[in-house]
């Protein structure tokens, strides 16, 4: 896919395709960019989307490593009833799964924005799906890894009570859109 295939960031505002919680955060995300580059870390003040903050996770990305998440909010570690913080997202992918699931969050730190309908199966055996927005910060460490927001806007909020497939539940979103930045 050609990166001018791939629409701008700004489409998801305008066609008001963002449920109120990622758009929020979109809308803060954005604030941040100066002369068009990718907002670093520090400038992200949690206290400005406070109300928020249990729906939000931090992962760290290392290309073809690691996808580490080093903060994830309470409702999120409710929803799927385990401690995200800490744990490498890869080892809880499917090792069909993992290759793609690099590759995603390779082009994401890599400048593109992804918006995509998610699904988890929880620690009781349900399908728990959401949908979640995830933004790159701009600033790359010397080892080549990154900071990446994931928003989980629950609003739309699915459980099913059989998951069918954990494999493709837990390996890929169920739809899933980059955008560019």
Not at 10 to 15: H, I, M, Y
Not at 163 to 177: I, M, W, Y
Request: aromatic residues 8%; neutral net charge; glycine residues 10%.
């Amino acid at each position: 896919m050609t990166n001018t295939a791939i629409p701008a960031l700004d489409t998801l505002l305008e066609q008001g395709a963002l449920g109120t919680a990622n758009r929020q955060v979109l809308e803060y995300w954005q604030s941040l960019r100066k002369n068009g580059a990718l907002p670093v870390r520090t400038d992200f003040n949690p206290g400005r989307v406070r109300s928020l903050l249990n729906r939000l996770c931090l992962f760290e990305a290392r290309p073809g490593k690691s996808l580490t998440c080093r903060l994830a909010g309470s409702m999120v570690r409710q929803g799927l009833g385990m401690e995200l913080s800490g744990m490498d997202y890869m080892d809880y992918t499917p090792p069909a799964y993992r290759k793609q699931r690099m590759e995603v969050y390779t082009q994401i730190i890599g400048g593109l924005a992804m918006c995509n309908r998610r699904g988890a199966i929880t620690t009781n055996g349900r399908e728990l799906i959401w949908d979640e927005l995830v933004l790159p910060f701009g600033d790359m460490r010397e080892d080549g890894s990154c900071q990446v927001l994931v928003m989980a806007d629950i609003a739309d909020l699915e459980y099913h009570e059989q998951a069918k497939d954990a494999g493709t539940v837990l390996g890929a979103p169920r739809s899933a859109q980059f955008y560019r930045i």
